[in-house]
């Protein structure tokens, strides 16, 4: 792809700990890791997809990413700036540059507001006057493939696609730069799913959008980045071109979880490999490598040190005791 | 009759009325099941997919709304026309059932295995000796480590992929001929579902159970069902193996869903089907995908199209391929 490598999100380091449990004396002495020492940066105009099993920080990783939660330690730099640092009044005014779509398009609209007012909200908190957001709303409405005449209906008269097109019209009214997608398409029918990815797709290039898009699904994360991220447990475990991911994925959990996903396809002779157990507790995440208790390749330095996050190619970075052995 | 015929559904209408409405929810629909194979029914959301499993475990049709009509052999014996009691030594019985969300077909205030041993017990009073090593042997079955201290204790000591293993524990603890799954995996992660339904298949290899399953997800079809029927709005828009059925489909709305799934590796746009699926209460006459169909024609607004014998095994409702056979 022609792009100039231009970082647009950089994270360094990004932690978020949720205190679990007091102590007796009332102090914070048990955390749920949910995002453990990550980072990565975004390119201007990119789609990077972070994919992962439930519980494994990709969506706490997106929220920290718009700064909606304070991240525990680690900067956060959004088009060059450090977004920890920023006074309140400042944040506001990034806010219009990001955005967030949801996974629940029921969810995401004031079932006693006609679209029409819910479109209106954000472009009126940044007191943008009448003429002005008649117009965006008529356009982007448009842009999203719903007929201006059903403005003044109320939510529960359009189906969840629809639902869904306007709930991303209300996120990109403010014409932002960043836009976090959080399971876009989860709660949709899979002859809707296509409609809503090819939109996306379509605004990204008509408005040079950058993306993060965070799915559980490796075939819709695959359809639609750049580069993608895998998770696991609140770490990032492989990080690389979409490309490379599918053909070569180093990490052992990457691995198995391509070899996981059922196949649209019958006959297609597969070696699964079968991951035993499930995902430990992330309160109790098992010592040294998080992936290890499951993992088909352990050794005895997984449970005693932390792998390190080491670019193994130009752009391909995994943490694994095994895959850097061999390399070496 | 063939001997290997263990489900054979003709005709089955499942209506739920309102004052002022009917809804169609399952309309004339007709399938059979052999011994020993998977069937697949596919189908979005509201296609009656579910409605069919409810209407031959005879959970519906006892209200006054509810109007249920058609035959339902299994074992040579009509489920439709079994008084409530005679269902009772059926239901949990010779038909084992696996509800999609296992957190909630399972009790909370009793043990896991006393909730197994509940099925012997009813079934085949089994004294309570007897019915707990039944409940071991079925969780060891399921492959659930550490069987017998498991078995004493309560669902939410389990795990969401174990929760699932002691559900399917429970259908096949009556050693049931047939066993209807609906949606079994969607509430688990990919590493998880990839688990629970290898042990499905290995589970029908060994008692040679017959096994409908319920999906959205054609990637789950494609690995373990021998026959695919492909529902919409109620009916049944084709039937056939599923190699056949990936590989040539016939009907639009078959080939539009396989359009509209991203596969991974394959680049190519997806092409989504226009438009939604249909009120079920507000249907016009002719085919029911008329309107979302790319190739529809005058014969679709007027008849609705029969399903169709287009090959071996394979059958189709749609007026372009029984033209398209009588062509021949």
Same mark, same amino acid.
């Given at each position: 792809?022609?792009?100039?490598?231009?970082?647009?999100?950089?994270?360094?380091?990004?932690?978020?700990?949720?205190?679990?449990?007091?102590?007796?004396?009332?102090?914070?002495?048990?955390?749920?890791?949910?995002?453990?020492?990550?980072?990565?940066?975004?390119?201007?105009?990119?789609?990077?997809?972070?994919?992962?099993?439930?519980?494994?920080?990709?969506?706490?990783?997106?929220?920290?990413?718009?700064?909606?939660?304070?991240?525990?330690?680690?900067?956060?730099?959004?088009?060059?700036?450090?977004?920890?640092?920023?006074?309140?009044?400042?944040?506001?005014?990034?806010?219009?540059?990001?955005?967030?779509?949801?996974?629940?398009?029921?969810?995401?609209?004031?079932?006693?507001?006609?679209?029409?007012?819910?479109?209106?909200?954000?472009?009126?908190?940044?007191?943008?006057?009448?003429?002005?957001?008649?117009?965006?709303?008529?356009?982007?409405?448009?842009?999203?493939?719903?007929?201006?005449?059903?403005?003044?209906?109320?939510?529960?008269?359009?189906?969840?696609?629809?639902?869904?097109?306007?709930?991303?019209?209300?996120?990109?009214?403010?014409?932002?730069?960043?836009?976090?997608?959080?399971?876009?398409?989860?709660?949709?029918?899979?002859?809707?799913?296509?409609?809503?990815?090819?939109?996306?797709?379509?605004?990204?290039?008509?408005?040079?959008?950058?993306?993060?898009?965070?799915?559980?699904?490796?075939?819709?994360?695959?359809?639609?980045?750049?580069?993608?991220?895998?998770?696991?447990?609140?770490?990032?475990?492989?990080?690389?071109?979409?490309?490379?991911?599918?053909?070569?994925?180093?990490?052992?959990?990457?691995?198995?979880?391509?070899?996981?996903?059922?196949?649209?396809?019958?006959?297609?002779?597969?070696?699964?490999?079968?991951?035993?157990?499930?995902?430990?507790?992330?309160?109790?995440?098992?010592?040294?490598?998080?992936?290890?208790?499951?993992?088909?390749?352990?050794?005895?330095?997984?449970?005693?040190?932390?792998?390190?996050?080491?670019?193994?190619?130009?752009?391909?970075?995994?943490?694994?005791?095994?895959?850097?052995?061999?390399?070496? | 009759?063939?001997?290997?015929?263990?489900?054979?559904?003709?005709?089955?209408?499942?209506?739920?009325?309102?004052?002022?409405?009917?809804?169609?929810?399952?309309?004339?629909?007709?399938?059979?099941?052999?011994?020993?194979?998977?069937?697949?029914?596919?189908?979005?959301?509201?296609?009656?997919?579910?409605?069919?499993?409810?209407?031959?475990?005879?959970?519906?049709?006892?209200?006054?709304?509810?109007?249920?009509?058609?035959?339902?052999?299994?074992?040579?014996?009509?489920?439709?026309?079994?008084?409530?009691?005679?269902?009772?030594?059926?239901?949990?019985?010779?038909?084992?059932?696996?509800?999609?969300?296992?957190?909630?077909?399972?009790?909370?205030?009793?043990?896991?295995?006393?909730?197994?041993?509940?099925?012997?017990? /009813?079934? &085949? %009073? !089994?004294?309570?000796?007897? *019915?707990? $090593?039944?409940?071991?042997?079925? +969780?060891?079955?399921?492959?659930?480590?550490?069987?017998?201290?498991?078995?004493?204790?309560?669902?939410?000591?389990?795990?969401?992929? /174990?929760? &699932? %293993? !002691?559900?399917?524990?429970? *259908?096949? $603890?009556?050693?049931?001929?047939? +066993?209807?799954?609906?949606?079994?995996?969607?509430?688990?992660?990919?590493?998880?579902?990839?688990?629970?339904?290898?042990?499905?298949?290995?589970?029908?290899?060994?008692?040679?159970?017959?096994?409908?399953?319920?999906?959205?997800?054609?990637?789950?079809?494609?690995?373990?069902?021998?026959?695919?029927?492909?529902?919409?709005?109620?009916?049944?828009?084709?039937?056939?193996?599923?190699?056949?059925?990936?590989?040539?489909?016939?009907?639009?709305?078959?080939?539009?869903?396989?359009?509209?799934?991203?596969?991974?590796?394959?680049?190519?746009?997806?092409?989504?089907?226009?438009?939604?699926?249909?009120?079920?209460?507000?249907?016009?006459?002719?085919?029911?995908?008329?309107?979302?169909?790319?190739?529809?024609?005058?014969?679709?607004?007027?008849?609705?199209?029969?399903?169709?014998?287009?090959?071996?095994?394979?059958?189709?409702?749609?007026?372009?391929?029984?033209?398209?056979?009588?062509?021949?």
């Amino acid at each position: 792809m022609n792009r100039d490598h231009k970082p647009f999100i950089r994270v360094n380091h990004l932690k978020k700990y949720f205190p679990v449990a007091k102590n007796w004396r009332g102090k914070n002495s048990q955390y749920l890791k949910a995002v453990d020492d990550v980072s990565f940066s975004i390119d201007e105009g990119e789609t990077l997809g972070l994919v992962g099993e439930s519980g494994c920080g990709k969506s706490t990783t997106g929220r920290l990413l718009l700064h909606l939660l304070p991240p525990t330690s680690g900067s956060l730099f959004f088009g060059g700036q450090e977004l920890t640092r920023l006074s309140k009044h400042e944040l506001w005014q990034k806010r219009r540059e990001m955005q967030l779509i949801f996974q629940d398009p029921y969810a995401a609209l004031n079932p006693r507001m006609t679209i029409q007012a819910s479109l209106h909200e954000p472009l009126k908190a940044y007191g943008e006057d009448k003429r002005t957001r008649d117009a965006t709303i008529k356009k982007l409405i448009d842009a999203v493939g719903i007929s201006s005449q059903y403005l003044n209906r109320y939510p529960h008269e359009f189906s969840g696609g629809q639902l869904q097109r306007i709930g991303i019209a209300r996120s990109l009214a403010l014409k932002p730069k960043f836009v976090v997608a959080d399971e876009p398409v989860a709660a949709l029918d899979m002859s809707i799913q296509a409609q809503i990815l090819n939109l996306m797709k379509e605004l990204q290039q008509e408005f040079n959008y950058t993306y993060l898009f965070i799915s559980h699904d490796l075939s819709v994360i695959d359809y639609m980045s750049d580069r993608i991220g895998v998770m696991y447990l609140g770490k990032m475990v492989e990080l690389t071109d979409r490309d490379a991911l599918y053909q070569e994925p180093l990490h052992p959990y990457t691995q198995a979880l391509l070899s996981a996903i059922p196949i649209a396809e019958p006959q297609r002779s597969k070696n699964k490999i079968m991951l035993k157990g499930e995902i430990p507790s992330p309160v109790h995440p098992p010592s040294g490598c998080h992936f290890r208790t499951r993992c088909p390749f352990a050794k005895a330095i997984c449970a005693e040190k932390e792998p390190e996050w080491v670019e193994m190619k130009k752009g391909h970075y995994v943490a694994c005791h095994v895959v850097q052995e061999a390399h070496q | 009759m063939n001997d290997d015929l263990l489900l054979d559904v003709r005709h089955l209408k499942a209506y739920f009325r309102s004052k002022q409405r009917t809804v169609k929810a399952v309309d004339d629909l007709s399938f059979t099941l052999k011994k020993g194979e998977i069937l697949g029914l596919v189908g979005e959301s509201g296609c009656g997919k579910s409605t069919t499993t409810k209407a031959l475990l005879r959970l519906i049709g006892n209200q006054k709304n509810e109007y249920l009509e058609g035959e339902a052999f299994f074992e040579g014996e009509d489920l439709i026309k079994k008084s409530d009691k005679q269902m009772q030594t059926i239901r949990g019985n010779k038909i084992g059932f696996i509800a999609q969300n296992p957190m909630s077909s399972l009790n909370p205030v009793f043990t896991i295995g006393n909730q197994i041993a509940e099925v012997p017990q /009813m079934h &085949q %009073r !089994a004294s309570k000796n007897k *019915a707990w $090593a039944i409940a071991l042997k079925m +969780l060891q079955k399921v492959g659930i480590s550490d069987h017998e201290s498991r078995a004493k204790q309560f669902s939410h000591q389990f795990s969401g992929g /174990m929760k &699932q %293993r !002691a559900v399917i524990a429970m *259908a096949l $603890a009556g050693n049931p001929s047939l +066993l209807i799954a609906d949606e079994p995996t969607t509430a688990l992660d990919v590493t998880i579902q990839a688990q629970i339904l290898d042990l499905m298949v290995k589970l029908r290899d060994e008692t040679h159970a017959g096994v409908l399953l319920i999906t959205h997800d054609l990637g789950v079809v494609a690995e373990v069902c021998d026959r695919v029927a492909v529902m919409y709005a109620g009916k049944i828009v084709e039937q056939a193996p599923v190699d056949e059925l990936f590989h040539h489909p016939q009907h639009p709305y078959t080939k539009g869903l396989l359009a509209s799934v991203p596969k991974i590796g394959s680049r190519k746009k997806l092409i989504p089907i226009s438009g939604h699926p249909p009120n079920l209460y507000e249907m016009q006459g002719g085919c029911l995908f008329q309107e979302r169909c790319p190739f529809a024609f005058d014969r679709c607004k007027k008849t609705e199209p029969p399903l169709h014998k287009i090959a071996e095994h394979h059958h189709s409702a749609c007026h372009l391929s029984s033209e398209r056979m009588n062509s021949f």
